[in-house]
């Protein structure tokens, strides 16, 4: 490390785990399974088991990594149990753009009222039938289209001035710009920045 501090155990905890230890925003979002089976658990009158799900959901923006991971085929995945332990939401923690951990990505992959053994083989279908870009929804979309059945549940919405990869590209490999100042920036000062740097070198 540049500063020569030495790291601290969080630092280590986060790093072990895959996670950027200045990370500081968690996107949750729901693949279309997902969502699919909250409309199921909808459709069935128990609008406690959803609500319950979605507030556990606002729990992994707080904290990405709670709950237990999960072994064999769903290494890199975790589950949380909701409501009286025959519910599960599984998810994996995934990482922003460019490969550059900026931003922790919680997804949801699963939500049923099913045992363990059969919510495993169900996911195990399902992450091979998603692959790796699965077609996501935003909680606070999902939040929204649930309706009455979320009423109270607040997320707040992804932004949507994020950086462009090829701005993040030229600022840290061309400019020079450490990663953690670039992700600080909005899309203006980005490029701003880029702008005067190649007024510069004409």
């Known amino acids: 490390m540049a500063s020569g501090k030495l790291p601290s ?4 905890r986060a790093t072990r785990s895959g996670r950027h230890h200045e990370a500081r925003r968690v996107r949750v979002r729901f693949t279309d399974p997902a969502f699919e089976d909250l409309q ?8 406690q088991v959803v609500r319950a799900a979605l507030k556990k959901c606002l729990l992994l923006e707080c904290d ?6 999960l072994k064999g085929g769903l290494i890199g995945y975790r589950k949380l149990v909701v409501g009286d332990r025959d519910w599960r939401i599984i998810w994996r923690v995934t990482h922003d753009y460019t490969g550059a951990i900026v931003v922790d990505v919680a997804e949801i992959w699963a939500v ?15 992450v091979k ?12 979309e999902a939040i929204d289209a649930m309706g009455k059945l979320a009423h109270g549940l607040e997320t707040q919405p992804e932004p949507d001035d994020e950086l462009p990869a090829w701005l993040v590209g030229v600022l840290t490999s061309v ?5 953690t100042e670039v992700r600080h920036l909005n899309v203006s000062e980005a490029h701003s920045i880029w702008d005067s740097y190649k007024g510069r070198t004409r």
């Not at 009222?113 to 399902?126: I, L, T, W």
């Not at 039938?129 to 606070?140: E, F, K």
Request: proline share 12%; glycine share 8%; aromatic share 2%.
């Open 9 to 12: 155990a969080e630092t280590k």
């Open 175 to 179: 400019v020079g710009m450490p990663v």
């Open 129 to 140: 039938v998603l692959g790796r870009n699965p077609h996501t929804m935003p909680l606070a």
């Open 40 to 47: 199921v658990i909808a459709r069935k009158k128990d609008p």
């Open 64 to 69: 990405p990594e709670a709950g237990e991971p």
């Open 112 to 126: 049923g009222a099913r045992s363990d053994a059969e919510v495993y083989d169900e996911m195990m279908q399902r």
